[in-house]
């Protein structure tokens, strides 16, 4: 082998290489990427699922003030006279 053929060699070696290298890399980066994908996903349900609790005490903490003021005002004529 030349020393021209030689280099040639090497240089078709290192794009296959390179074309190993890019395709373990971008398989990498896809399973990387579906990762994230799926943990944003789990993370807005999450939000979603704060945001109705929240809605859901507020509900319920106005209810709550309601019926305290609904019995704050029969408690008084249901104290027995002395």
């Known amino acids: 082998m030349t020393g021209?053929?030689?280099h040639d060699h090497r240089r078709k070696t290192d794009f296959r290489s390179l074309?190993?290298?890019f395709a373990n890399f971008s398989s990498s980066v896809n399973r990387i990427s579906e990762e994230i994908f799926s943990q944003q996903a789990v993370c807005m349900s999450?939000?979603?699922e704060v945001r109705e609790l929240k809605?859901?005490?507020e509900i319920l903490r106005k209810a709550s003030a309601y019926f305290a003021q609904a019995e704050g005002?029969?408690?008084p004529s249901l104290r027995r006279p002395k």
């Open 19 to 21: 074309d190993v290298h």
């Open 46 to 48: 999450i939000l979603r």
């Open 55 to 57: 809605r859901a005490n």
């Open 73 to 75: 005002v029969r408690q």
């Open 4 to 6: 021209y053929e030689l």
